[in-house]
């Protein structure tokens, strides 16, 4: 089993800047792929940004310039760095990943439990 946890939401200023972190745990050989989702009230959970065990990363064209997803496989951490927040990027943001498992080499697919970003005056 494998745990994900985030990090770092808050209550911010239209402007402002937050940095979530997603600290996975347990039974990890290699983590494959890391991304944030987000869901706003009354919304589907959508995808924000991905970033590949390469380092390779995709965003949605709504945070691209503003948004960086990385990742830091010795602390099996990932980040999402946030810029210029806007309103609209209120959401419960969700850290996705899909591991390899330790023991069963099984790759499986997690969530975290969210954490609640508010961007507002």
């Known amino acids: 089993q494998v745990q994900l946890v985030e990090s770092g939401g808050g209550l911010v200023q239209p402007g402002g800047s937050l940095r979530l972190s997603c600290a996975a745990s347990g039974s990890i050989f290699s983590i494959v792929t890391m991304a944030w989702y987000q869901q706003a009230p009354g919304k589907q959970r959508e995808l924000v940004a991905t970033?590949?065990?390469?380092?390779?990363?995709r965003y949605v064209d709504s945070v691209k310039g503003r948004f960086t997803i990385s990742r830091d496989d010795a602390e099996n951490t990932a980040y999402l760095q946030m810029h210029s927040l806007k309103p609209e990027d209120t959401a419960v943001y969700y850290c996705h990943a899909i591991v390899k498992d330790r023991i069963s080499l099984m790759t499986l697919a997690y969530w975290g439990p969210g954490t609640q970003v508010t961007v507002s005056s």
């Open positions: 970033i590949s065990s390469g380092g390779s990363t």
